[in-house]
């Protein structure tokens, strides 16, 4: 494919050519992400080679999409494989090719697709085309790297990539051929087939970024604690429930289904675990044992929370991490690539010379150069040729074309620049009607008049559309005949609207945009079906009725036309468009993954799942009547793993392929293959990416929209610009007058470097506690300090703090050593510290703050209260049943079966699956809630005292914004100051101010300044505190008449519900994120999302309504193909539940198994609805609520820098530091505080002397300390004083020794270790004999479980006997060994204990007793690095995310009490109509309301399950308002699921996100050092080396050198060379110098 145009014209000069040829390859690659450094001699010869490679691309590209089309129209295998009398040249429909066998003369259906496949001989020939192109393309590769790459040592393609392609094609040829010729059973299409697409170019990128050895072992590395919660709850489970055989229920009436259903073997139990952390299956998992057992709730509650809230998404988020910190490794490489090939090229064409080519830095591009470079880059095939005349202009516009302007250029030329003529050539301009209309069409040009008159039109067409489908819909019959002539008229109204733009604007204007392609097609084809309805049949070759249903939907495309005017649609398609294209090569890798599982099962498992196979029945499979999913061909293959990405795992496909294949053992771990790296892998980081990217797209437009305010005003923008430059000058005013002694220190950055009582060095935590440990050591004492920080922000805080010191003005310094000074500066700590700022303090703050002690103290009371209110509500009787129980004792504990029973017209076997607790008897009940709501009422009263008492009194200023400017120049020129910004005048300069405006009356201040005047300082929210008051007293009410009047109906829901609301931390949260800015993100996407299910339902409506054909007999119930599609009531619902969860497949199998052509349909909407729509509204609401997290963060270290810095100026007496006694009664006074952490004065004192003395630069890193538990204890324990001949003893110091060291892990600590090993090598063949039922273990084994049991009181015994009991008791670790020491000696002891009755309850609790045996297990893994880190991440991680925690708990809470009192009691077994609804037929008749417990479990379900059909239908049946009851299931999806716990889940990515990034922080400093000390060891290293050569030299003369250096020390040595280095660069400055000098004398 050479090119006959050559790259310039033949009269340039040869090198000239060559080297603009080499500047444009040079810019392309750069643009293409390519690094090359070196090019071709021959480079045009090169080029043009590559030109024609680019060319082919095209061509390899189609080719290979043309494969995989050819792969989804070939014949399966299993079909061909049996036809050998049949042509390879004919046609034949799949059900003629593809027959499976009947059984027992009953039905078989393989449930194809319904496409004729492609005969083999056509599919031959079309194969062999296709690889002719991609071996044609894979040659051209290798000719341009052998022949001119290679020979200059550079790689520009992948040798490996060329042989494994080259490979792969001829590869398929022959696999085709054979498969045609011989009829093959098997064939090797997912090996070579996906090989060509795996080895495009974005493909290997993006694997090579995932499947990396650090991502997949970071990956792996926390995985394996899924797997490991996974198999410890396995084993707990088969322990518990593996010997129980009870009957848990009947499913459907007959079949038994026993407790340990797949929990009686550790293989089935692990499966089972797997099943319910990965899927949404755990509900039938756990049915059985939560249904005999309600107990087993909180053994399954802890698995949920910890495998799949948090081990999963953890797993996922490590991945997701990994991952984002790839791409933005790959995102700066490109960057960084893209700007030295820019600058290579401008340096090449620079070369060239010119008459602007200059030279050194002022270098630019001739206009000649330009413009020969201009036409030969756009000549490549990648690239897009500009036009001459626009690259002259261009030139012209940029100015001299340096390296700056050569790199922003870049980006015009690799844009495809076009040139148009504006106007219609027929010139309607020229006439005065014609200019009017040309003006409609033009003007404004954000909304021309002909368009907003076009939209006018469209709303009434689509009122008409709403009317014809209204008819349609409700059965009304036909509209009538006036709508289709109005329709017709329309029709032609838009006709006429292209004819008016296309006679304004030229064609080519016209057809620039997609909205005008969009009207012109839509146009003819409505203009089209228009007249086609309005022909009479007689002239129609067919009858128009069959396809009246196709017809209607093109009034869709009215409803289109319209929605594509509005601003918000074409914002949305724009980013939905720029997000599809940058997620180009996760979706391709992701489409290798799904094309290579489904070729490789279709050639592996075709033909084996059928209806009709006897292998598939009683399986779950057949049940449900999954027969369309399977591998009969590639379109169903496909569409099975499509269902799978987005279900995650569906155990029901493994259990049938396990059943029917041949191979089932191992064919069904290809879906936990699939499940691992098509779904937890790929599928995960597309979402996490389309996060990223719709966060980096919405910060874009933002600045595209700070951009266009700039332009509009400019004025605006130099006026603050004016205002930022005087301010800044008066900042520095201040900072000089204020910090006059910093001036030459360096600046803010380096503040410890000056003066002689500043640090010498930047502080290091780790470094500072290693010297005290050191100083106390020598005293017998250890240090102990806790860290409770988030990750990097002790960082961001000392950069604010910098900031504050830098730019603060000075304060007053009080000289008086006052307890007041004391107790401010506490207070201000404290305020910093949970991010509470105040501009004033009280008067009196020594009785304020003694007072807000007291409260803090009532705190703790208060917050106990609550969880008491909580516990009473969990614990209380039912409101239902205390109603229908008046003759029980209000005073008596009684079981709940005694309190709640099912209604008198109920069948006898009546169940209503209670909890199982014997609930609070209501009097009791009043008087624990009367306790909880006096604390509260104590609380409440505190703070309104503390707030009138010290607060009030304080008078604050606050100016509207327009009379800031004027309140700020008013007030400082009563002052005489200088003028201050108005942002600063309530903050740093107001206090001042405000200090002589008291002296001022109010009413005069008013007539001075036009402000408003507020009294008061807010400590609290009052209308939160009146609120507080009001929900306890109204809980004490409503529970009064619960216990006396036995009302059926509570508010415990309302006011109780208001106490947890109003929790600080609750506030905090919900204000972030249930805001206008929040709720507007998730309202103008969730938009979207609404309309494509209204979209949808009302296609399917239209297309399914008449479609009353049997899809499927499910048991005796026939299911009809538009089962939930026959209105559209019915089908907005069923796609609503499609599309936010896993319920899609029950919804669309009726109509897929009927129709499997509507499977497109669903694939369209389930892509749109689902995987996109969905998600962006998910998105949009995560990265609002990150931006705003991450803003709130910044002003939190603001906040608390500037309090810090208020601390220690109260404080300082000199504005330098704080003196010791200061420092010491500061931290004694802080103690005091419930809040904050007690520090003893001689740990206080040593943390000072080690500072040696508190400067503002050293106050930051000193409150950072003390702000963390911090204590000191005694090393040596007892026996040093009491026995001290025995502590000297010889074999007891070695015993110490040996307890002591090495720091990092001892020796005796290594001997438990091993130890620990020994014994969980025990544990396991103890287990072995219990989970196989091998009977009771050896008595030798009983024997090794005392031993270990003493062995363990010896290693507490040793430890005690060298270490204090203070210093062993500050660990953790010694904490849970010594508590478990205790307790597995005393389990050990037990069964050896001479008590019958002892013996007697052992053999009822022996399961319970062998768990204790894990605790072993813990012992030892505790014990393990990695999992001490994921304890500490997982306990950081929980710690700060209490307050999305408890917003979650009280969302959980609220819909619980709620449904708990409205609707307790209509939920149970036994009520008929549910037992026919899927409910009933699954058996859910745990998940109910008929107490709080139950209640909460439900609720617990559905966060968990996102959406659940089956309950709301259950509810909307049995309720009284069952139409409006089932909406609190969507509610609740909305609130507690689609917002609250999807902002859970991305603060885990986002936190461990951090925690990775201050890991990888350390990991940075920690290989830093090491190459710092490779550096210093070099010299020394060359010495030694040198040495030993010259050693080994006179060895070959039988002679022995011996050296012995004066000085050995590495360090010395690398100084010397590091001292001679500078002296060399010394003399060489000095030799450029003298030259310098020469030549200014000459």
Known sequence: MASAVPLLAANGKGSRKKTIVKAAWQLENAVMGKVVDEYPEDIQAARQLHYDILRLNKWYYGALVCLVILTFWEVPTWCHKDKLSQSVWSWHPGSDMCIVPSHDGKKSNPYLSGIWYLPPGFALIIEIVIEVIVLWKFTLDYQLEHYHFAPVGQKFQDT???????????????????????????????????????????????????????????????????????????????????????????????????????????????????????????????????????????????????????????????LVSAYIIGANKRKEHVVESRAKGSLAAFNTLCSLGGEQAGDGAGQAIP?????????????????????????????????????????????????????????????????EWGSRLCEAVLEPKEAPAFDNLMNSILLVNMALVLIESAYNLNDWGDPPAWTDYIELVFSFVYLGEVLVKVSVKSWDVYWLTFANRFDFFTTVLLLFSSVLQALPNSVLPFDLSHYANILRLLRLLRVLKQLKSLKSVQFLAGMVQKMVATAGNILLLLGTVVFFFTTLSVNLFGGVLYEGNPKLEETEYEEKHWFVFNFNDVPMGFALYFTQLLCEYVPTNAEALQKASQHGDIAWLIFPCFYFIGVAIMFEILLSFTIDTYIELREDIELMDDDGEGEEKPSHHHEEGDEHEGHGGHEGHGAHGAHGEHEGHGGHEEHGHHGGHEKESEYDEEEFFEELQEDLEKEGQMIHFVSTDEPCFPNMLEKEYGHVIHKGHKGEHDQEHSHAKICKAAWQFENAIYNVTWARYPKNIIEARDYQLELYKMDKLYYRAIIGIVIITFWEVPAWCHELSSEQDLWTFLPGTEWCQTPPHAAADSNLFLSGLWYLPPGIA???????????????????????????????????????????????????REPIPADKIMTKGGEIAFKELQKLEGDSLKKAFPIKVEQGVKYHDHRLIYAGLFCAFGSIIDTLVFTFVRMPMRFTWFFRTGLLFILPGVQRIYTCIFNRQMLGELGSVAIFFVGAVIFFAWVAVTIFKDLNDVAFTLGEEQVLANKGLGTLREAIYSLFVAGIGEGFVDNFLPAFSAYRASGLLWLVFLCIGQMLLLNLVIDAFVSAYLKQSEEALDERAEAQAESVYAAFKTLSVDGKSVSKDLFLEFVADLGKSPRMPMIAQETADAVFTQFGEVTKEKFLDACHIIQNPLWQAPRDSFVKTSFPGLWESKGFTWLRDKVWNPKELSAFDSLMNTVLMANLVLVLLQSAYDLNNWGNPPFIMQCLDIFFAFAYVGEVLVKLSVKSWDEYNSFVANKFDFATTWFLLFTTMLPFLPFDFVQGDLKRYANILRLFRLVRVVKQLKQVPSVQFMILTI?????????????????????????????????????????????????????????????????????????????????????????????????????????????????????????????????????????????????????????????????????????????????????????????????????????EKEHHHH
Request: hydrophobic letters at 45%; charged letters at 20%; aromatic letters at 14%.
């Open 160 to 318: 490996k990539v060329i042989f494994c392609g080259a490979a792969c094609a001829i590869g398929s040829i022959l696999d085709t051929a054979v498969f045609t010729l011989f009829t093959t059973p098997i064939r090797f299409t997912f090996l070579f087939r996906t090989g060509l697409i795996f080895l495009s170019p974005g493909v290997q990128s993006l694997f090579y970024d995932i499947f990396n050895r650090k991502m997949l072992g970071e990956f792996m590395s926390i995985s394996m604690f899924l797997w490991g919660t996974i198999l410890f709850f396995a084993w707990i489970s088969v322990t518990i429930f593996g010997s129980i055989n009870e009957v848990s229920y009947l499913e459907d009436g007959k079949e038994p289904v026993f407790v340990n259903k797949d929990l009686d073997t550790l293989s089935g139990a692990f499966y089972s675990m797997f099943v319910a952390a990965v899927t949404g299956e755990f509900v039938d998992v756990f049915l059985p044992t939560l249904i005999a057992y309600r107990s087993s709730g909180l053994l399954w509650l802890t698995f949920l929370i910890l495998a799949k809230i948090l081990f999963e998404n953890v797993t996922l988020d490590t």
């Open 367 to 431: 206009k000649d150069t330009w413009m020969e470079f201009t036409n030969v880059f756009g000549r490549s095939p990648v690239m897009k040729l500009m036009p001459s005349h626009v690259a002259e202009l261009l030139w012209h516009e940029a100015g001299p074309v340096d390296a700056t302007a050569f790199c922003k250029l870049t980006g015009v030329l690799e844009s495809e620049v076009l040139v148009h003529p504006l106007g219609s050539p027929l010139q309607l301009e020229s006439s």
């Open 926 to 976: 009043l008087i624990a809630e009367v306790i909880c709501e006096i604390i509260m009422f104590r609380k409440f009263m505190m703070e309104i005292t503390l707030e009138k008492t010290h607060f009030a009194d304080l008078r604050v200023w606050s100016a509207p914004v327009k009379y800031t400017e004027h309140f700020a120049e008013s007030v400082c020129k009563c002052l005489g």
């Open 1435 to 1635: 306990s950081r991680m929980v710690n700060a995310a209490g307050d999305i925690l408890q917003l979650l708990g009280v969302t959980l809470f609220f819909f619980s009490a709620f449904c708990t009192n409205c609707f307790g009691g209509i939920l149970y077994q036994g009520i008929p109509e549910l037992a026919e609804m899927d409910y009933g037929k699954k058996n859910w008749y745990v998940f109910n309301f008929n107490d709080m417990t139950m209640a909460f479990v439900t609720f617990f379900n559905q966060l968990l399950s996102e959406f659940v059909p089956e309950t709301a239908e259950a509810l909307e049946k049995t309720s009284k308002i069952g139409y409006i009851a089932w909406y609190i299931f969507p509610l609740f999806y909305v609130v507690g699921v689609a917002i609250i716990f999807e902002i859970a889940k991305a603060f885990t990515i986002e936190y461990y996100l951090a925690i990775k990034e201050e890991q990888d922080e350390e990991e940075e400093e920690s290989d830093e050092e090491e190459e710092e000390e490779d550096e210093l060891k070099v010299e020394g290293k060359a010495q030694l080396e040198l040495l030993k050569k010259l050693e080994d030299k006179l060895a070959e003369h039988n002679q022995l050198l011996t050296c012995q250096l004066r000085n050995d020390s590495f360090t010395f040595q690398h100084e010397v060379a590091k001292a001679l280095q500078e002296c060399l660069e010394e003399e060489e400055h000095g030799h450029e110098g003298g030259h």
